[in-house]
């Protein structure tokens, strides 16, 4: 069964910081990997999308990547903003279903 | 751009109400999903649909039921609220293996 981590699962860095958000997986056969922002009472709205024969996907100041074979993704913010504050998740889905796993996400505070 | 909406974004109900919640689709998707999200335990599925009339129980489904009449529509229907089912209820709708949310509806039953 897929399971899903990411760490940290809450990080706090000034204005202006390079981050990084890891999430993790046990089952390397994957179809996809999609990256998630979650802002308080609110659903989760799609950032990026990794395909599997893909190693990265960049959308202005983010910047995602996929190693299948360790199991691993990476969430890269740049020049981070107060506005930037949010839970970030990632969710896989595996080899065989369309349903995807979740990680529990990573709670994000940008400070002026 | 895709679009998924729900019917409520705040609900209070009563324990022992029959509730309703709706999501709709713009995007012509065949799969339709419903999760819960509480504090502490992450985003659970309670049930998806792949098709119409189609449904399959997800990891909770115990005290939900589901309905898909039509392809852009997804119902969630607690039989009869009870207080543990208190939560943020999303939403999702999905394609080529990529999911969209919708707002999501907070559900609060006294």
């Known amino acids: 069964k897929q399971e899903v981590t990411q760490i940290p699962a809450a990080l706090s860095v000034p204005e202006g910081e390079n981050l990084v958000l890891n999430c993790s997986f046990t089952?390397?056969?994957?179809?996809?990997l999609q990256w998630f922002r979650q802002d308080p009472g609110k659903g989760l709205t799609s950032l990026l999308l990794i395909q599997s024969s893909q190693r990265e996907q960049t959308s202005g100041r983010l910047n995602a990547s996929l190693d299948k074979s360790s199991g691993r993704s990476t969430l890269y913010i740049a020049a981070s903003q107060p506005g930037d504050s949010a839970t970030y998740l990632c969710?896989?889905?595996?080899?065989?279903?369309?349903?995807?796993?979740f990680g529990r996400g990573t709670s994000l505070i940008v400070h002026p | 751009d895709v679009k998924v909406t729900q019917s409520s974004r705040y609900l209070v109900k009563r324990t022992g109400e029959k509730v309703f919640l709706e999501c709709v689709q713009d995007?012509?998707?065949?799969?339709m999903f419903w999760y819960r999200q509480d504090p502490g335990l992450g985003l659970r599925l309670i049930y998806f649909s792949y098709d119409v009339k189609m449904k399959e129980k997800g990891d909770i489904p115990e005290g939900y039921s589901v309905s898909r009449e039509k392809k852009e529509r997804f119902s969630l229907i607690l039989e009869s609220a009870s207080t543990n089912q208190t939560s943020m209820y999303l939403c999702a709708t999905g394609g080529s293996y990529e999911q969209y949310f919708g707002p999501g509806t907070r559900l609060t039953v006294t």
């Open positions: 969710a896989v889905i595996s080899g065989g279903s369309y349903i995807p796993t």
């Open positions: 995007m012509d998707h065949e799969n």
């Open positions: 089952d390397s056969a994957i179809y996809n």
